[in-house]
């Protein structure tokens, strides 16, 4: 290692035995994010995070933990869902300048809803609320390495 760099992270290989215990726990939490983010998507929703400071702060105050869930790992599932939704609101703005007939200049993010617009449409589903897509979902994928003994 030189001078001038700084090692930030390492690899920890953890035991097997704990495997099946992180993989419950991370699915757990997927889950409870799901639900959270389906229970957030309509307009009070979204009005609940645009206020600025943390997600997980914002939504503490109107979400309950439910009691089978640690307190750490619940911060985690309201933040995890807080910025997904977030992420939602400034597509939600698009989508309903583009059904207006605004003339947006066609980045990735708007032909993406554009994309979406023309889906519904094919589908024979008039386009007129974005609450009509369907909501994001957490899919983050788990991975375990075998032991490096």
């Known amino acids: 290692m030189s001078v001038n760099t700084t090692t930030l992270t390492y690899d920890v290989s953890l035991p097997k035995f704990l495997w099946k215990h992180l993989h419950r726990l991370f699915e757990q939490g997927k889950g409870e994010t799901n639900k959270l983010i389906r229970e957030l998507w309509n307009e009070a929703g979204f009005s609940i995070l645009k206020r600025k400071g943390e997600a997980s702060a914002?939504?503490?105050g109107v979400v309950k933990r439910p009691s089978y869930i640690p307190s750490r790992i619940f911060r985690?599932?309201?933040?995890c869902s807080g910025r997904i939704i977030r992420s939602q609101i400034k597509r939600k703005e698009i989508f309903e300048k583009l059904l207006k007939g605004e003339n947006l200049r066609k980045n990735l993010l708007v032909?993406?809803?554009l994309r979406q617009?023309?889906?519904l449409k094919k589908k024979g589903r008039k386009p007129d609320n974005y609450f009509q897509l369907?909501?994001?979902r957490q899919s983050a994928k788990i991975y375990t390495l075998?032991?490096?003994?």
């Open 58 to 60: 914002i939504l503490k």
């Open 76 to 79: 985690n599932i309201l933040e």
């Open 111 to 113: 032909r993406n809803i």
């Open 117 to 119: 617009i023309e889906n």
């Open 134 to 136: 369907s909501p994001p």
């Open 146 to 149: 075998p032991n490096e003994e």
